[in-house]
């Protein structure tokens, strides 16, 4: 019989590429690790690592035992779903990763809904981006992740996990009252404040102002939007912002419409086994209420 702990370590190693990753991710040593996947190596029978300078690599075998893992595990996600779905009342903690504007504009709401509705229930959250998060939920670091695709460049989609859209956020031209500017095509020459290269919702803006005919100066990156939003507000630099953010700070600055009135969507991720957990219903639920209060709340000009 295959010993699940040590499949799980080789599970692992293969989110996470590296020993010293998975010995930190779980506080074992790397030694501890090496020793117990030498273990599983003798219970297979067949040799499951092999080194690649000072890295190790999965055989081909070895990724076999980390697919029917995975089929394992799931069973095991859906068996404490089912139990936690027995009991009255829902306890416990969720573990979740939202991206910024999310984390600013609904989680506060939903845990304060979720505390009066489920007192048994502690909800631990981590602002962190959805590229770093989505992994991280299928290497069991998050119950539940809050995650964003913007049009045209969606999320990696993982293996053994599901996605539910949860809304569409439109996405607006943010521009200085000092710019002289009536859409897109009047900012060629202003400078611009983006996501780093690379993420994508830098990828999307920097194709929106090409697809108007021009290469955008952009000078100032950052993942913050409280930040992008600041400088559009001191006539630092225009940038193209999602309507969420003006639920959580005054504003907004002038807003322009931009072509075919462009939208990202917010979605839960969560594994598979675990959609119908009552803590991720519940979460989820809480999500849905903060998010359609502020829809009603929320009125901009520029629509």
């Not at 699940?4 to 190693?13: D, K, M, N, Q, V």
């Not at 072509?259 to 969560?270: E, H, K, M, S």
């Amino acid at each position: 019989m295959l010993d699940l702990h040590r499949l799980r370590l080789l599970r692992e190693l293969r989110l996470r590429g590296t020993l010293a990753a998975v010995a930190e991710a779980l506080s074992y040593s790397p030694s501890a690790i090496s020793q117990q996947l030498a273990q599983l190596e003798s219970e297979t029978g067949v040799v499951l690592l092999e080194r690649v300078g000072r890295r190790v690599r999965l055989t081909e075998q070895a990724e076999i035992l980390v697919r029917h893992t995975e089929k394992v595990l799931g069973q095991l996600e859906l068996a404490e779903a089912e139990l936690a779905a027995s009991l009255r009342e829902i306890t416990g903690q969720i573990r979740v990763a939202v991206f910024q504007t999310a984390a600013l504009a609904l989680v506060p709401a939903a845990v304060s809904a979720l505390a009066v509705a489920h007192p048994g229930l502690r909800a631990r959250v981590r602002q962190l981006d959805p590229e770093q998060a989505l992994p991280a939920l299928q290497a069991r670091d998050f119950d539940l992740v809050v995650g964003e695709d913007y049009p045209e460049e969606p999320q990696p989609r993982l293996p053994g996990l599901t996605l539910r859209p949860l809304d569409r956020d439109p996405l607006r031209l943010a521009v200085p009252d000092s710019f002289a500017a009536d859409g897109l095509a009047d900012l060629a020459d202003a400078p611009w404040a983006m996501e780093p290269v690379g993420t994508a919702p830098r990828r999307w803006a920097q194709g929106v102002c090409r697809s108007a005919g021009f290469e955008p100066d952009v000078r100032f990156e950052s993942t913050d939007m409280l930040l992008h939003a600041r400088l559009v507000e001191t006539g630092h630099a225009a940038s193209i912002l999602p309507d969420l953010l003006w639920a959580s700070i005054p504003g907004p600055p002038r807003l322009l419409a931009l072509p075919g009135a462009p939208a990202r969507t917010i979605f839960t991720a969560v594994r598979e086994g675990a959609e119908r957990h009552p803590a991720v219903t519940a979460f989820r639920a809480a999500l849905a209420d903060s998010l359609a209060a502020l829809r009603g709340a929320l009125t901009l000009d520029g629509a």
